[in-house]
């Protein structure tokens, strides 16, 4: 599940991705919750990246730098000053969690394989669907993360409002992209990271980040 080996020199290269990967399934979950649903490229990125089993590139697997340019950007104030505000000390949160839950995966034979056969069904989905956020695949996904993580701890408390929280359509796509937000986190994993680490290589993190902003700028169509 999600297996491969990235070479060393790619290596921090790879957990600067991947730690944007994670928080931005965070920012899309803080986003559903607090305001409802957003449908949009970013859903549909976050998704084909659960389903990328096989992809032996770590950026193709999350998706792109246009859809990591806003977790890269705040990638680094994170680490080098921390939480800013409530609202970033809520991310942090969630991306801890995620990062702790991808470790725990990795070591629980039973739900990897509860992950593995969610995806296979999901892939067989995409073939008839075409559109991996059409809604069975959203809820397949979603049952997925509840009976493999959902097993798992720490369990993930999500804030938000409630009549985002209790509609069924909503919930689904917050248990999709935190299974997409560990699925960053066990690539993160596979390149080698791991808490401790990540404070004590912050500063070339952030390198890294910046590097990936600078040299993928964002272009405009008028």
Not at 84 to 102: F, H, I, K, P, V
């Amino acid at each position: 599940m999600w297996s491969f080996l990235l070479p060393d020199a790619r290596r921090r290269r790879d957990r600067a991705l991947a730690l944007a990967g994670v928080l931005r399934s965070a920012l899309l979950v803080q986003n559903i919750a607090r305001n409802g649903t957003q449908p949009g490229e970013l859903l549909q990125i976050c998704i084909q990246s659960i389903l990328a089993l096989e992809c032996q590139d770590s950026l193709r697997a999350l998706g792109d730098i246009d859809s990591l340019r806003q977790s890269l950007a705040l990638l680094c104030p994170l680490l080098q000053r921390g939480p800013g505000n409530a609202q970033e000390a809520e991310l942090l949160r969630y991306s801890m969690a995620l990062t702790t839950l991808g470790k725990r995966l990795l070591k629980n034979s039973s739900a990897t394989r509860r992950v593995q056969e969610g995806i296979e069904q999901a892939q067989r989905q995409v073939v008839h669907f075409s559109d991996p956020t059409q809604r069975s695949i959203i809820a397949g996904l979603a049952q997925t993360y509840t009976e493999a993580i959902g097993t798992l701890r720490p369990r993930i408390i999500v804030s938000g409002e409630s009549r985002f929280l209790s509609d069924p359509d909503d919930a689904a796509r917050i248990r999709a992209l935190l299974l997409s937000g560990i699925r960053a986190a066990v690539l993160w994993r596979q390149a080698g990271g791991h808490l401790p680490g990540a404070i004590l290589e912050r500063r070339g993190l952030c390198q890294e980040a910046e590097e990936l902003l600078a040299t993928h700028p964002q272009h405009s169509t008028f």
